[in-house]
């Protein structure tokens, strides 16, 4: 009787449609899964949340059960389902209970979703770009300077040295957290009680010190302090030969070890033991390069060379000194304008030879991944740090470069995660501040990020290079007032500053003030000329105003430099090089030579294959120039892989007002019009404000009769009118 039953229920729900309706509910419920999968991921909601909608769907199945078995979607509208007594095709009008049922059926549809789209809302996060509040945990330490005793002041590096050396020891031991140099140092003449320290470094103990140094002989003293209450836990004098130093730094290192209990594993421990190097003469150089390497400026840089290559003369086997070396020509291509090439040239064979002397050296293993980094080899960076870090958990600077790494491949929330880590160990360090200060300028947020790198200045009032990130940020927003009030401080400071000058050439540039432009671009090409970007700034100026003999004799006289470079591959000079010629192919009509050349500048096909959203520049014009030449077959293939790397970025988080203008061009090489519109709308709407790149770049020939693109560069230029005289004012008297 039960089967019988059963089966007439079943019969039933199969003539009234039931099972049609559930299996259709069931692949949509499916596909809205999958959706959310992908969406979620680009919305910063987390892979759990996806519970929510499961839930829903599950609760939604009886209401589209009760919809099968009772009504019929016909076209006519919804009708009531014929009885078994009548033919299935004949559906019923609704009577006024079905209004009643319908009704109610579509609110619980309605409460259903609105509960998981309040859950779903409730786990979506913005990305989280700076460290949560930094609590301390057991295992761990901050090491202040310890305080030179000695009656000479210039004595200060030895005893600089010696504490750096002690956390870098600490800091190779996995199991406890050290607080890096930058934030530790940082208290260095301050008079900070030992809680408040603990506090903003989140340590739960303190090393401190001092160290005498008379003749041949060396008194270090060590307290270890607890940062809660600040009383001392052990406190101990060190005499000892100058000989003898590495000795003491073990001692003083185990007895922090064992103080928190902290058992080391065999090879921890020989690392404990072992001396960097036999000659004492070789180290104090080499400490002396350290305090001169870590002031950033040119002078410093090319003296701590000095002291490193003295240290290496006395010692040929002293593996942080070869390092160190390195490091200084790699700095030198930040602070003084040294090519990449050239830091290549100089800084790999370096760190080979540190990596040779010691393998596992993470120090040096981060050395050559920072090389790769600004050669914009972003994976292999990538790989570098994270191996770095593996070997020392408490490597600031490798969490932080990694970030940058992951940044510049478009994988923002990876990067984010990575600054936030190095914001923990290091939360007074300026390079992290920065760093998460232009993760918020690219995901949009202009004034977060601002008030981030301004952050970097109170920490560091004498950085060089900050009022030149602001002043480039605040020009990407069309924020020129910033941008100008910036520059000026800059010129005032520092009139013979390439990047001063550089950065007041880029703001005449894109307010196309041009009697202005053209000199100051040229100065910063005199005070740098190996700096590409100073080049190109001169070549955009004459582009922009028809300057057409000028632009070609330029491009040619920078290409021909390009053999004169070791080594001559894709370097981004080189790579810049080939870019100009290929434009100067294009206005000449050479598109086989433009071909060539953007092939080249895009790195050629395995620069392609690898490339990131930061590349689509070249790699937008190979594809122009492959249109002009007939080949839109090869074309198409290279946008589509273009706008997928700037979607990529966009679902990344990527939201400046500049990868909306790069978006736009891509669609105008595509021929959808509507699309490349509307996205040069919202790089208006963002604050991209550079009338001149749309009336004179090449990529918007489609669109040159568009009523639309021309309602665009009115709108920009009107915009413009009133920010040009608010920075000729700004600027006015300025002397360079």
Same mark, same amino acid.
């Given at each position: 009787?039960?089967?019988?039953?059963?089966?007439?229920?079943?019969?039933?729900?199969?003539?009234?449609?039931?099972?049609?309706?559930?299996?259709?509910?069931?692949?949509?419920?499916?596909?809205?899964?999958?959706?959310?999968?992908?969406?979620?991921?680009?919305?910063?909601?987390?892979?759990?949340?996806?519970?929510?909608?499961?839930?829903?769907?599950? *609760?939604?199945?009886?209401?589209?059960?009760?919809?099968?078995?009772?009504?019929?979607?016909?076209?006519?509208?919804?009708?009531?389902?014929?009885?078994?007594?009548?033919?299935?095709?004949?559906?019923?009008?609704?009577?006024?209970?079905?209004?009643?049922?319908?009704?109610?059926?579509?609110?619980?549809?309605?409460?259903? *979703?609105?509960?998981?789209?309040?859950?779903?809302?409730?786990?979506?996060?913005?990305?989280?770009?700076?460290?949560?509040?930094?609590?301390?945990?057991?295992?761990?330490?901050?090491?202040?300077?310890?305080?030179?005793?000695?009656?000479?002041?210039?004595?200060?590096?030895?005893?600089?040295?010696?504490?750096?050396?002690?956390?870098?020891?600490?800091?190779?031991?996995?199991?406890?957290?050290?607080?890096?140099?930058?934030?530790?140092?940082?208290?260095?003449?301050?008079?900070?009680?030992?809680?408040?320290?603990?506090?903003?470094?989140?340590?739960?103990?303190?090393?401190?010190?001092?160290?005498?140094?008379?003749?041949?002989?060396?008194?270090?003293?060590?307290?270890?302090?607890?940062?809660?209450?600040?009383?001392?836990?052990?406190?101990?004098?060190?005499?000892?030969?100058?000989?003898?130093?590495?000795?003491?730094?073990?001692?003083?290192?185990?007895?922090?070890?064992?103080?928190?209990?902290?058992?080391?594993?065999?090879?921890?421990?020989?690392?404990l033991?072992?001396?960097?190097?036999?000659?004492?003469?070789?180290?104090?150089?080499?400490?002396l390069?350290?305090?001169?390497?870590?002031?950033?400026?040119?002078?410093s840089?090319?003296?701590?060379?000095q002291?490193?290559?003295?240290a290496?003369?006395?010692?040929?086997?002293?593996?942080?000194a070869?390092?160190?070396?390195?490091?200084?020509?790699?700095?030198?291509?930040y602070?003084?304008?040294?090519?990449?090439?050239?830091?290549?040239?100089l800084?790999?064979?370096?760190?080979?030879?540190?990596?040779?002397?010691?393998?596992?050296?993470?120090?040096?293993?981060a050395?050559?991944?920072?090389?790769?980094?600004?050669?914009?080899?972003?994976?292999?960076?990538?790989?570098?740090?994270?191996?770095?870090?593996?070997?020392?958990?408490?490597?600031?600077?490798?969490?932080?470069?990694?970030?940058?790494?992951?940044?510049?491949?478009?994988?923002?929330?990876?990067?984010?995660?990575?600054?936030?880590?190095?914001?923990?160990?290091?939360?007074?360090?300026?390079?992290?501040?920065?760093?998460?200060?232009?993760?918020?300028?690219?995901?949009?947020?202009?004034?977060?990020?601002?008030?981030?790198?301004?952050?970097?200045?109170?920490?560091k009032?004498?950085?060089?290079?900050?009022?030149a990130?602001?002043?480039?940020?605040?020009?990407?927003y069309?924020?020129?007032?910033?941008?100008?009030?910036?520059?000026?401080?800059?010129?005032?400071?520092?009139?013979?500053?390439?990047?001063?000058?550089?950065?007041?050439?880029?703001?005449?540039?894109?307010?196309?003030?041009?009697?202005?432009?053209l000199?100051?671009?040229?100065?910063?090409y005199?005070?740098?000329?190996?700096?590409?970007?100073?080049?190109?700034r001169?070549?955009?100026?004459?582009?922009?105003?028809?300057?057409?003999?000028?632009?070609?004799?330029?491009?040619?006289?920078?290409?021909?430099?390009?053999?004169?470079?070791?080594?001559?591959?894709?370097?981004?000079?080189?790579?810049?090089?080939?870019?100009?010629?290929?434009?100067?192919?294009?206005?000449?009509?050479d598109?086989?030579?433009a071909?060539?050349?953007?092939?080249?500048?895009?790195?050629?096909?395995?620069?392609?294959?690898?490339a990131?959203?930061?590349?689509?520049?070249?790699?937008?014009?190979?594809?122009?120039?492959?249109?002009?030449?007939?080949?839109?077959a090869?074309?198409?293939?290279?946008?589509?892989? *273009?706008?997928?790397?700037?979607?990529?970025?966009?679902?990344?988080?990527?939201?400046t007002?500049?990868?909306?203008?790069?978006?736009?061009?891509?669609?105008?090489?595509?021929?959808?019009?509507?699309?490349?519109?509307?996205?040069?709308?919202?790089?208006?709407?963002?604050?991209?404000?550079?009338?001149?790149?749309?009336?004179?770049?090449?990529?918007?020939?489609?669109l040159?009769?568009d009523?639309?693109?021309?309602?665009?560069?009115?709108?920009?230029n009107?915009k413009?009118?009133?920010?040009?005289?608010?920075?000729?004012?700004?600027?006015?008297?300025?002397?360079?």
């Amino acid at each position: 009787m039960a089967v019988k039953t059963v089966r007439e229920l079943f019969g039933e729900a199969r003539r009234r449609g039931v099972l049609q309706t559930d299996a259709f509910y069931i692949v949509a419920a499916w596909a809205v899964l999958q959706a959310s999968d992908v969406l979620f991921t680009g919305a910063w909601i987390p892979d759990s949340a996806i519970r929510f909608v499961f839930v829903g769907a599950i *609760c939604g199945f009886p209401l589209i059960m009760v919809f099968g078995w009772m009504y019929d979607v016909t076209a006519k509208g919804i009708r009531r389902t014929a009885p078994p007594s009548m033919p299935r095709d004949e559906a019923l009008p609704l009577r006024r209970p079905d209004y009643l049922i319908l009704s109610s059926i579509s609110a619980l549809a309605i409460g259903i *979703c609105a509960v998981v789209a309040v859950n779903v809302a409730g786990q979506a996060a913005p990305l989280q770009i700076t460290a949560e509040q930094n609590e301390a945990v057991d295992n761990s330490i901050a090491v202040l300077t310890f305080v030179n005793l000695t009656d000479d002041s210039e004595n200060d590096y030895f005893a600089d040295g010696i504490s750096e050396e002690l956390l870098n020891q600490l800091a190779s031991i996995p199991s406890l957290r050290v607080a890096a140099r930058t934030s530790s140092f940082y208290f260095k003449g301050k008079n900070e009680p030992i809680p408040s320290i603990g506090r903003t470094l989140g340590v739960k103990t303190v090393l401190e010190g001092s160290v005498r140094v008379s003749r041949d002989r060396i008194r270090i003293t060590a307290q270890l302090i607890n940062a809660s209450d600040g009383y001392h836990l052990w406190s101990r004098n060190f005499d000892t030969r100058q000989g003898d130093v590495f000795v003491v730094q073990e001692q003083i290192a185990r007895a922090i070890t064992d103080a928190l209990k902290i058992n080391l594993l065999d090879k921890q421990s020989a690392a404990l033991a072992s001396a960097p190097t036999d000659s004492f003469e070789a180290y104090d150089y080499y400490l002396l390069g350290q305090h001169y390497i870590e002031q950033r400026t040119p002078k410093s840089l090319e003296k701590s060379i000095q002291l490193f290559e003295k240290a290496i003369d006395l010692d040929n086997r002293f593996a942080p000194a070869y390092n160190s070396l390195a490091l200084s020509y790699l700095f030198q291509g930040y602070y003084s304008d040294r090519p990449p090439e050239e830091v290549e040239t100089l800084a790999i064979p370096l760190i080979e030879k540190s990596l040779e002397l010691d393998p596992d050296f993470p120090n040096a293993i981060a050395a050559r991944a920072s090389v790769q980094l600004l050669l914009g080899d972003f994976a292999s960076a990538e790989e570098g740090f994270r191996t770095a870090i593996s070997l020392n958990p408490n490597y600031s600077g490798a969490w932080s470069n990694l970030g940058f790494s992951l940044l510049r491949q478009s994988k923002l929330k990876e990067a984010a995660a990575a600054y936030a880590k190095s914001e923990v160990l290091d939360p007074l360090s300026t390079t992290v501040k920065l760093n998460v200060g232009l993760l918020h300028m690219l995901t949009g947020d202009y004034e977060t990020g601002l008030t981030a790198i301004e952050r970097v200045r109170e920490l560091k009032p004498d950085i060089a290079h900050i009022p030149a990130v602001i002043t480039h940020w605040s020009k990407v927003y069309g924020r020129y007032e910033t941008a100008a009030e910036s520059a000026r401080k800059m010129i005032e400071k520092k009139p013979d500053s390439s990047r001063a000058q550089a950065a007041l050439a880029d703001i005449y540039v894109a307010l196309g003030i041009w009697d202005k432009a053209l000199p100051a671009a040229y100065r910063a090409y005199e005070l740098a000329p190996d700096v590409y970007h100073h080049f190109s700034r001169i070549l955009d100026v004459y582009l922009m105003t028809g300057a057409t003999a000028e632009f070609t004799n330029l491009v040619h006289a920078e290409y021909a430099k390009i053999d004169k470079l070791t080594p001559t591959g894709q370097s981004p000079t080189n790579r810049t090089r080939y870019s100009w010629r290929g434009l100067a192919a294009l206005l000449d009509g050479d598109f086989d030579q433009a071909i060539s050349d953007y092939t080249d500048a895009s790195g050629g096909q395995a620069g392609i294959d690898n490339a990131v959203y930061d590349d689509i520049t070249s790699i937008k014009y190979l594809a122009f120039a492959l249109q002009k030449s007939g080949q839109d077959a090869k074309a198409e293939p290279l946008l589509l892989k *273009c706008l997928g790397l700037a979607q990529k970025a966009r679902e990344q988080g990527w939201a400046t007002p500049t990868i909306h203008y790069r978006t736009a061009q891509i669609y105008a090489l595509l021929g959808e019009a509507d699309k490349a519109i509307e996205q040069l709308r919202a790089a208006r709407d963002k604050g991209w404000l550079n009338a001149n790149r749309l009336e004179t770049g090449l990529l918007w020939s489609s669109l040159r009769e568009d009523p639309r693109f021309q309602r665009i560069i009115s709108e920009v230029n009107g915009k413009l009118d009133s920010k040009r005289q608010a920075v000729v004012k700004i600027l006015e008297g300025l002397a360079y």
